[in-house]
């Protein structure tokens, strides 16, 4: 096998370095400023056309995604936190006259930050561009995407740049950790400056991905290492937008126990814009029998069985890499009481309607019967499934927090404690930002996995950059924020995709009887809350036994007030928290009316780094020679 590596290494020749400018008496400011713009402009010209012809290296950039669902963008990239900047790689494979490429909050196309390259016909530019909102564009004066060659080969045209995590532009997007929305649009005829190119005509898109990789050691695999493919029986993709597919898969009779060390991603060729995430749960008994099946898991076949099987093995998102477990630990599967069945679930996203793509895809689990020395196990935290937790309608950025609390890890913890090293945060359609932190004594001590662009279309594990401690008294709150501006009615807790949920599936070793850690707020201290809304308004809530909390919910006039009391009611009420076994049967003790944990220091918000101060440079594009490039 390979040996150890390391992801997110720049190689040196696709490092930049600054020149320095001999100072000249006899030059006033402004020439010598326009002697050094021009003589930038010849250089990177020149570096252009001598990087024509040169076949990109995929060793550069280790991680790679289809832009768009037909695969005609392409990009690659890598990451260096010595330098604080991401490396891109876009590959164009039928250039027609140009492509847009950039972040935004949530991948509109107003507000955005962008890369542009365009041609008017005879000659070619790229430049820093932002948009306005009424997605009007505009050169950025300060020039932070870095053009560092455009490449022509047989599958296309290469365009490589780089830009800083951080740039401290007003007009620039912010890469942090957690999911980044990319957009791109085609430009299909050629025009003749920046400012008259219309983003409502192009063909366009979003693509989510996590660019910032966390910089880990990756292990080496045992040389008698085994491998499972878990993969659909060459099905025919539906053809309509969205599809969730369901394959139940048996595993070899007296298979005994194992654990996964790793698992990557098996996508059919031609279908890698298609399938979106992917995952693998083991069913929860052998006393259930699960029947075999292959279809659609809305559909009314699928049977009621399948509902047992939630037990995350393995979990891949469009844009994700291989996933390897610690080497002290692997998921444990097969052996007595381990049930034989597992779930294939694959979300397919097919917007452009094809018909008649057969697929394979699944995932390739690698595993070994030499037990590591400990069995990873998932835990969930955060906010039970409940009514009682509620979202009013017309929020932009509504907060609901779940505990995991001193006392259940007091309880449930060995006195060495459990070490994260992965997580999966979890919401349905209204979750917008998602964080898990660890205090101890009250005092904030780091963020376990924060993501503040989340979205529930992009969901998967991620290693985190370094182990998490988390020892008996500890605490780890989960706070995720909602967005329900476009909601007449209050979103309350629930199952259902319209209902919402506020999870983090950490995982971590070594595995304890502890599975769930949540909480929800205090059922009277709910029903305290109607009886106000009731006193302080002219429309009655029923509080009739009959009438559930949801519907409850639904009579409220939400008026400001009683935002903001509802708000204040989940601030301070006690809570009723789940410290659950597997079984899903609680540990002894009393989990009822639980003051909320009090915490008297908090962290400080990040501060972005600040790259140096750069020379001013005119908010010019950057000239490229494509010469006689064939358009597609």
Request: aromatic share 10%; hydrophobic share 35%.
């Amino acid at each position: 096998m390979a040996k150890a590596r390391r992801v997110g290494a720049i190689l040196p020749s696709m490092q930049t370095h600054g020149s320095m400018l001999s100072p000249c008496s006899s030059f006033r400011l402004r020439e010598l400023a326009s002697m050094y713009f021009t003589m930038v402009a010849v250089f990177l010209v020149i570096l252009v056309v001598a990087m024509q012809g040169l076949a990109p290296s995929n060793t550069h950039f280790p991680y790679k995604v289809s832009l768009d669902p037909q695969g005609l963008l392409e990009l690659s990239w890598n990451v260096s936190y010595p330098e604080q900047a991401v490396y891109f790689q876009i590959l164009i494979k039928k250039f027609r006259f140009g492509l847009l490429f950039g972040m935004s909050d949530r991948g509109e196309f107003e507000n955005a930050d962008l890369a542009v390259l365009w041609t008017d016909g005879h000659s070619s530019y790229f430049g820093d561009a932002w948009s306005d909102a009424q997605g009007q564009l505009h050169m950025d004066s300060q020039q932070d995407y870095q053009l560092l060659g455009a490449q022509k080969a047989p599958e296309g045209l290469y365009l490589l740049f780089r830009r800083a995590f951080s740039t401290c532009d007003p007009k620039d997007y912010l890469i942090e950790d957690g999911t980044v929305h990319l957009i791109y649009g085609i430009l299909e005829n050629p025009v003749h400056s920046l400012h008259a190119i219309n983003i409502s005509t192009m063909y366009r898109g979003l693509q989510r991905v996590q660019l910032l990789k966390p910089d880990i050691t990756i292990p080496v695999l045992p040389r008698d290492v085994k491998i499972m493919e878990i993969t659909t029986p060459s099905i025919v993709i539906p053809s309509q937008e969205t599809t969730y597919w369901c394959y139940i898969r048996e595993l070899p009779d007296n298979f005994t126990k194992h654990h996964i060390i790793m698992y990557e991603p098996v996508i059919t060729a031609g279908n890698e814009a298609l399938v979106h995430h992917m995952e693998i749960f083991q069913c929860t008994t052998e006393s259930v029998n699960i029947p075999h099946y292959n279809g659609q898991c809305d559909s009314k076949m699928k049977p009621e069985q399948l509902n047992y099987c939630r037990r995350v093995l393995a979990a891949w998102a469009m844009g994700a890499q291989a996933f390897y477990y610690p080497e002290e630990a692997g998921v444990a599967f097969g052996g007595p009481g381990s049930s034989r069945h597992l779930r294939l679930e694959i979300h397919y996203h097919n917007p452009l309607i094809f018909r008649g793509r057969r697929d394979s895809s699944g995932i390739r689990l690698y595993y070994t019967d030499k037990l590591r020395s400990h069995d990873a196990g998932i835990m969930e935290l955060g906010l039970v499934y409940s009514p009682l937790m509620a979202v009013p309608p017309g929020e932009t950025a509504f907060i609901l927090t779940g505990y995991c609390t001193d006392k259940c890890t007091q309880k449930a913890l060995p006195e060495g404690g459990i070490r994260i090293f992965a997580s999966q945060l979890h919401t349905h359609l209204a979750g917008r930002k998602v964080v898990t932190v660890l205090s101890r004594e009250g005092r904030e001590l780091q963020v376990v996995n924060a993501d503040g662009h989340y979205s529930p279309h992009f969901q998967e594990i991620r290693m985190l950059k370094e182990l998490v401690a988390v020892f008996p008294g500890d605490e780890l709150i989960t706070s995720c924020t909602y967005n329900t501006e476009n909601r007449s009615n209050a979103t309350v807790g629930g199952f259902g995709i319209m209902e919402e949920m506020c999870v983090n599936y950490v995982h971590y070793y070594p595995q304890t009887q502890l599975e769930l850690c949540k909480s929800t707020t205090d059922p009277g201290y709910v029903q305290r809350y109607f009886n106000t809304v009731n006193r302080f308004n002219d429309e009655e809530v029923c509080m009739c036994p009959q009438v559930s909390v949801p519907q409850q919910f639904s009579s409220v006039p939400w008026n400001t007030f009683n935002k903001q009391i509802l708000k204040s009611v989940y601030n301070f009420a006690p809570i009723s928290m789940h410290c659950n076994k597997s079984s899903a049967v609680r540990f002894p003790g009393q989990w009822e009316k639980q003051p909320l944990p009090s915490i008297t220091k908090t962290l400080r918000e990040p501060k972005p780094h600040c790259p140096p101060t750069p020379e001013p440079r005119p908010a010019v594009p950057v000239p490229i020679n494509l010469g006689h490039f064939r358009r597609g």
